[in-house]
């Protein structure tokens, strides 16, 4: 899982609204198939951040490259976990998750195993064939985590997904992330403001200031998963982070 | 010994279906209380029949010996969402409840000046709900809460619009301004973090039809500390308890 | 909770006949309060009623050709609202310039009423057309500014987890926009076809032929019998009644989906 390999290269990552900086210029590594976190205090421009990374809006400067080639959604595959519920209201669930295969033309041979993969690994059995409006709102963020794991994407980015979740299902849903991602390997950047959770999923912490926006710090986290939010290590991690992230208050 | 101030003792249903099964507990004067579970069992039902704006299908729920009623009471709602009123100043909002009470005007001033003081929004007093953030919302709401002197503090997951970081500082506002006037306050959460850090005593309701799980008393100093090792266990314990699998 | 939802719908049913009663009641008194030839009562209406089935008008046109004309006319006119209105929105509101741009000349178009058209209309049409015109001009901006209006209403994350997935601009409309905007415009067809529908009379006053409902209503007129007048103004409303609710349910049908936003 910490094959030390580097899959992203971000640099000089600028973005600007008029007069106003937003991101400036920050620069990182995002190694492949690794959990990285990236946290900061409220209004650090975290929204501004994803959808740069995503190319869902333009850089203003600086670079993105994987694999030394610009982000480019045509051709490489980009997956976005939005913050809000972001089911087709008139798709089924089955035809939701399949969206990101379809537009990609993929072959329906493909696409049906992929679906029948990940239709079991997110728990979603049974629920193919219902409506958004007819299930909860975990389960909608399910649909969304299986939509962005289907079409085995280069690159995932996910924006608090759980925050308008409640305590148990977070923590289920939590723990069901971390291993769909250790069987699939991808590559997955999860932007939080909860830090507690951050410690809890990430092997790697980015910390941001507040705007203009800069990397401040990076912490570490190696411990091995499921992680107990009662260790002292755990703790500890948990404390520094705070600090880290306070001290811009 | 404490006084009891509210005694809940109710069951309720929508038609036919059943919410709340034989609840009965008490909330003692000054005392910080919340109540935990799982999304959807009922305990905005509960909050509205402690505050008397529904009434049981079954049972009472009295207030010092009388039957909660908002007209006879003097009781604040704090909701979860943004309840400010689009086209007043913060000012004119944390007044509405004194005006709609019929306070003398001068004295009415005198305490939405306080009550702004109290929560912290010295400067923005002519501010409407469009130029501040959530959580000067949810500050609003609280200093319209606390400017009616109310015997009872209503409060159904003020802060879960808000991102982490805002809901500690709210949190810790909250603690603040209770700690310095001991309202009695029945908090209502599905964050058991936050259930721990704020309250006294917490209750555990079930899921539907939702039945008294278990109550914890909570005896850590305050300011808590959210990564101390008992504050830890005793959010574990409860998180157990609430555990619903999805 | 079911039970709930039937016993309330019947309860409501309950009430609408009392409601219609009451009417019938109330104006059986008044009429014989005033005992005018020029305001017939209920039994009266009935009767001119029933000879209008049986025997058709003062001609001897039937009352349903009368219906049957009048149908076929407005759903051309609306036909043709629909076909130009529609994909004219869906144009204007996925190029916003090109609406904000053309405001100064659809704006002042858009209220005039079709009434005001009468004379331009007949002078400059005939026959069928002249009909289909001022319905047309009835449903076609109701239709028109409210497709327009839904386009901006499509939720900006429903479109990014199609580009995020690389799609272009033509699968986005046709997979994502046009899904989302459906419901709007379905109710702006509903709304334009009630407004078409109520052009009727104005239309059927200036065109050519004899039958139609709007002309059964001035044929009557010119005799001044109250009685059939009103049964052509009622058979106008409860038609438009009908039309109504047949849409409201297909849209409820198709738009089942959107039970978590209340439709209407």
Redesign the interface.
Known sequence: MSAKKVKIKVRNLTKRFGELTVLDRMSFDIYDGEFLCVVGPTGCGKTTFCNVVTRLIPITDGSILMDGESIDLQKHNVSFVFQEPSCLPWRTIWDDVRIGLEIKKHPKKVITERMDAIIELTGLKGFEAYYPHQVSAGMKQRVAIARAFVTEPDLMLMDEPFGQLDTSTKFHIEKRLIDIWSRTKRTIIFVTHNLEEAVFMAQRILVMTQKPTQIKEEVMVDFPYPRDIRAPEFVKVRRRVTELVKWWE | MPNKMVHVDVSMSYGSLAVLDKIAFDVYENEFLAIVGPTGCGKTTMANLISGLLKPAQGRVTINGRRADPKVQNISFVFQEPSCIPWRTLRDDIYIGLEIKGIDERQARKRVDEAIKLVGMEGFEEYYPHQISGGMKQRVAIARAYVTDPDLMLMDEPFGHLDAQTRYLMQIEVMRIWQKLRKTVVFITNNIEEAVYLAERVLVFSKLPARIKGEFKIDLPRPRDNTDSKFLDIRSEITKMVEVVE | ?F??KSREGIISAGYNVFSLVVVLVMWTIFCRWQNSPFFPGPKAIFFAFVDLVKYGDIEGVSLWLHIWKSLVRIFAGFGAACVLGIPLGLAMGLYPKFYNRTRAVIEPLRFIPPIAWIPMAIVLLVGFQRYVFLIWLGAFFPILITTLLSVAKVNP??V????????NRF?IIR??VI??V?PDIAAGMRIGLGVAWMCIVAAEMIGGEMVGVGRLILKYAELLRMAEIIVGMLVIGIIGFIMNEIFIKVEKRI??????VGIE
Request: proline letters at 4%.
């Open positions: 909770m039970e709930k994350i429903h990014n987890v199609a580009k995020v997935n690389g799609a699968y997979k994502i899904p989302s459906l738009f089942r989906w959107r039970s978590q």
